[in-house]
């Protein structure tokens, strides 16, 4: 498929546009004489030091900019810095874009919210299935997600066809029944951003262009392309064993209305200013799609239209970050405050989440400031070790080792959480996800509840059953290690090294932590520090030729290649 190019735009921005852009850039760039703003640029500076890739930001407050810098790299290779009107990938924060986009053409009357998705798509196997465009908005369409499927990943670099990519996920069978649970989605938008053509008869660039970009004179926000010159764009980099890489290429039909766009930290100040206005939606239409969708059993997902929601300190946090080849992003707004902040990367090997919420709570006057941990008694302790049944396969598992408790999902990494208080826990001392312990009347512990900033909680009843045994591991020659260290490819630009250090094998993928890896077999290793299996392939000889990534419920295998 060959990506629609832009029509030229006129040279004049309309007045309102004009007024707004004219309102970031007229502020001053930093102001030396404000605590919070200093501590905010510290922050900054040390997330993304000056030789590194790094990230363009700005912090808004009623209007007012209060931080808007570039901090790091923009082009290792020249040594280029980041400046703040440098254009860099959104990632998912297209997926904002693409439901402002379906709730356009609902107010127009060209659609219904409630439409089941075979209006648009007739020849679409539902089998029996409504999934409606609220379902595809909200991630609870049970459609699998084409990202989750391990044969696009070997199709990243192919140019194809909007009904193309829909061809890769339409037969696969559901993850479950449309609005009973939430699972981040990526086929849900790209189905939106064909809805969008069918319905408009434009392009999905075309559509965004005419009815968002140009009205709101957001200049330099684009559809991704790799052939269109784009001024003041960014390469993007990843991190492998080696050291630093460029990252590798993917076409953007690919992520389309799901993660597609560029764009800066000025013209997504500009997208939020418009928000507090009804320049392109209706007030009813926004406080819709800021709304967290609840589950049919009445469980709150966390997440609307685009956006997740959530709360910090009373105050209203709206929220969406993104993460595409080379780059991650973070966009978050606490409205009570007027409060907007954007922060743009162009790394793809570490989150900008963290210190753009930091920036956020800085700006409203909340500073987050990390958690301390209360000491609990031997006997509270004890009363919360057990085996927790999240789901007929799932199960959380509580340990007690010494002064210290640990959770553990299934067979993955055991994770040590810090009391707040006898039943409410944290995991890292800056973070905001919280594992609460249930009660009965009578004071013995029922249940838990993890709640995170993004998703609906994960809920799990307290069983009698024992303690499982710590997965042990059985013992390799050096021989037989030997033979499985290589170079394993996933898909290309992602691959998994096997490394031998004495009686020990490590694993590491692309851009990923360093983990060793335990014999449950000859052929078949397990990692301990998360739920995940690696499966030999070997040919007549003994050879290792490939293996198979055993995690999540799916098998990806992989070609050794070195």
């Known amino acids: 498929m060959t990506l629609a190019r832009r029509t030229r735009r006129g040279a004049l921005l309309s007045l309102a546009a004009l007024l707004l852009l004219l309102t970031f850039q007229a502020a001053p760039a930093f102001a030396q004489d404000e605590p919070a703003v200093r501590e905010m640029d510290e922050l900054m500076s040390k997330a993304y030091p000056p030789n590194e890739p790094g990230a363009a930001v700005i912090v808004v407050k009623n209007g007012k900019t209060l931080l808007r810098k570039g901090y790091g790299l923009a082009d290792v290779e020249l040594g280029v810095k980041v400046e703040p009107d440098m254009v860099f990938r959104l990632g998912s924060i297209t997926k904002q874009f693409t439901a402002a986009s379906i709730l356009l053409l609902a107010e127009q009357g060209k659609l219904s919210l409630s439409d089941d998705m075979t209006k648009f798509f007739p020849d679409y196997p539902a089998k029996g299935r409504v999934v409606t465009v609220e379902h595809l908005l909200t991630h609870t369409s049970g459609i699998k997600s084409y990202t989750s499927i391990?044969?696009?990943?070997?199709?990243?670099?192919?140019?194809?066809?909007?009904?193309?990519?829909?061809?890769?996920?339409?037969?696969?069978?559901?993850?479950?029944?449309?609005?009973?649970?939430?699972?981040?989605?990526?086929?849900?938008?790209?189905?939106?951003?064909?809805?969008?053509?069918?319905?408009?008869?434009?392009?999905?660039?075309?559509?965004?262009?005419?009815?968002?970009?140009?009205?709101?004179?957001?200049?330099?926000?684009?559809?991704?392309?790799?052939?269109?010159?784009?001024?003041?764009?960014?390469?993007?980099?990843?991190?492998?064993?080696?050291?630093?890489?460029?990252?590798?290429?993917?076409?953007?039909?690919?992520?389309?209305?799901?993660?597609?766009?560029?764009?800066?930290?000025?013209?997504?100040?500009?997208?939020?200013?418009?928000?507090?206005?009804?320049?392109?939606?209706?007030?009813?239409?926004?406080?819709?799609?800021?709304?967290?969708?609840v589950l049919k059993d009445g469980t709150p997902t966390g997440y609307g239209f685009g956006w997740a929601e959530w709360q910090y300190e009373g105050r209203t946090v709206i929220e969406h970050g993104g993460g595409i080849q080379g780059f991650t992003t973070d966009g978050i707004r606490l409205p009570e405050d007027r409060v907007y902040v954007a922060v743009l990367t162009n790394r793809d090997y570490s989150s900008p989440d963290p210190v753009a919420f930091k920036l956020a709570a800085l700006a409203a006057g909340k500073p987050l400031r990390p958690s301390v941990a209360v000491q609990l008694k031997p006997e509270e302790m004890d009363a919360l070790v057990g085996v927790y049944q999240i789901n007929e396969r799932e199960t959380y598992t509580v340990r007690r080792d010494g002064t210290k408790l640990t959770i553990q999902r299934n067979a993955g990494r055991q994770n040590?959480?810090?009391?707040?208080?006898?039943?409410?826990?944290?995991?890292?001392?800056?973070?905001?996800?919280?594992?609460?312990?249930?009660?009965?009347?009578?004071?013995?512990?029922?249940?838990?509840?993890?709640?995170?900033?993004?998703?609906?909680?994960?809920?799990?009843?307290?069983?009698?059953?024992?303690?499982?045994?710590?997965?042990?591991?059985?013992?390799?020659?050096?021989?037989?290690?030997?033979?499985?260290?290589?170079?394993?490819?996933?898909?290309?630009?992602?691959?998994?090294?096997?490394?031998?250090?004495?009686?020990?094998?490590?694993?590491?993928?692309?851009?990923?932590?360093?983990?060793?890896?335990?014999?449950?077999?000859?052929?078949?290793?397990?990692?301990?520090?998360?739920?995940?299996?690696?499966?030999?392939?070997?040919?007549?000889?003994?050879?290792?030729?490939?293996?198979?990534?055993?995690?999540?419920?799916?098998?990806?295998?992989?070609?050794?290649?070195?």
Do not use: C
């Open 416 to 562: 040590e959480i810090f009391p707040l208080s006898p039943t409410v826990f944290f995991y890292e001392p800056e973070g905001l996800d919280r594992l609460t312990f249930a009660k009965d009347a009578a004071g013995k512990v029922t249940g838990l509840k993890v709640t995170r900033r993004i998703g609906p909680p994960t809920s799990a009843a307290r069983t009698d059953k024992p303690l499982p045994k710590e997965r042990e591991a059985v013992k390799l020659t050096p021989e037989v290690l030997e033979r499985y260290v290589g170079v394993y490819e996933l898909r290309p630009g992602f691959s998994i090294a096997v490394t031998r250090r004495g009686d020990q094998l490590f694993t590491q993928a692309t851009g990923q932590p360093e983990y060793e890896i335990f014999a449950a077999s000859e052929k078949l290793f397990f990692v301990r520090a998360f739920d995940a299996q690696l499966e030999f392939q070997t040919d007549a000889e003994g050879r290792a030729t490939g293996v198979i990534l055993h995690q999540g419920g799916g098998d990806t295998p992989a070609k050794k290649v070195k």
């Open 150 to 293: 391990p044969a696009w990943h070997k199709l990243l670099r192919n140019d194809m066809a909007v009904a193309e990519v829909i061809d890769l996920f339409k037969n696969e069978p559901p993850d479950f029944a449309p609005g009973e649970q939430w699972a981040y989605n990526n086929s849900g938008y790209f189905l939106l951003g064909a809805i969008i053509e069918k319905v408009s008869g434009m392009t999905y660039e075309q559509f965004l262009q005419k009815n968002i970009f140009g009205p709101l004179g957001m200049t330099h926000t684009f559809y991704g392309s790799a052939a269109r010159v784009i001024p003041r764009r960014v390469p993007g980099y990843t991190m492998s064993k080696e050291g630093l890489e460029n990252s590798d290429y993917i076409s953007m039909t690919q992520p389309y209305a799901a993660g597609s766009l560029l764009s800066t930290v000025d013209d997504l100040a500009l997208w939020d200013a418009s928000l507090y206005t009804e320049k392109l939606l209706k007030r009813a239409s926004l406080q819709r799609a800021w709304t967290p969708y």
